[in-house]
């Protein structure tokens, strides 16, 4: 399997919940942006392609990013995390290896994590491989749903879709994936959005390559704490405290 590494990165949102007009990664901790250090993250893994999927003000996320080597593609409409990484299809057409797929807005994975991430898709052969986080309150993230008693998955479940059983579940979904390359744009034209936001999610590749007999695994951070996401300018103060203390 190639060791070649690309990344893409999310970042087309506006963050509705956040009260400003601001692009969701341009909201800072301690003065930085949230996309730049998830972009400082991914430089440490030697990425040889890194695309950066902008939508919402987009202008403004690639001046802030103006002196980085990444690509930009656009995600005009905002259909989902599966529509948005669509959207650099054609940058990677002819890229051979592993795409790591990471969210603008997570700034508290660790570069530890995302090579734990890559490491185990490696090791496993499986054709995606997401990084995982237990909490102690799941509540509006997607659980992940493994095969009893292994590190495989079965299927991520969106919280606004799951069950009573599955909303039981503490392991949720980060955001951050692996996924061969070829094959994962061959599996998004497989998924739909018939769902309750009617969007494209990422999350339903898994599924459909777990019914294909393809192996998926699973990896969980060290620090549950870096699942959390940032969905509110609340959220964004709470979540830079942590930071700050593990700083």
């Not at 990165?9 to 506006?14: D, M, T």
């Not at 997401?130 to 749903?145: E, F, K, N, Q, T």
């Not at 034209?189 to 393809?214: F, K, P, S, V």
């Amino acid at each position: 399997m190639s060791k070649k590494k690309a990344a893409v990165v999310l970042a087309a949102g506006k963050g509705k919940r956040m009260k400003s007009d601001l692009p969701k990664v341009l909201h800072t901790i301690n003065g930085r942006p949230m996309i730049s250090i998830v972009l400082d993250r991914l430089a440490e893994l030697s990425i040889d392609k890194t695309v950066v999927v902008i939508g919402y003000k987009g202008e403004m996320v690639e001046q802030t990013l103006s002196d980085r080597e990444v690509e930009f593609v656009w995600q005009r409409e905002q259909l989902g995390t599966g529509h948005a990484v669509m959207m650099a299809r054609e940058k990677l057409a002819d890229f051979d290896g592993t795409t790591l797929i990471a969210l603008g807005d997570m700034p508290f994975v660790t570069t530890e994590s995302y090579q734990r991430l890559f490491e185990t898709h490696l090791r496993t052969g499986a054709a995606a491989t997401c990084l995982s986080a237990l909490l102690d309150d799941p509540a509006g993230y997607g659980r992940i749903v493994r095969v009893p008693d292994t590190d495989l998955l079965k299927k991520i479940v969106e919280h606004r879709d799951a069950d009573e059983a599955t909303l039981k579940i503490r392991e949720i979904n980060t955001g951050a994936f692996c996924f061969e390359n070829q094959r994962l744009f061959e599996i998004l034209d497989q998924i739909g959005n018939d769902n309750d936001q009617n969007e494209y999610y990422l999350t339903d590749t898994i599924e459909i390559l777990h019914g294909a007999g393809e192996k998926v695994a699973v990896v969980t951070t060290g620090n549950p704490d870096e699942g959390l996401g940032i969905n509110s300018v609340d959220q964004l103060e709470r979540l830079t405290r942590r930071f700050n203390e593990k700083a």
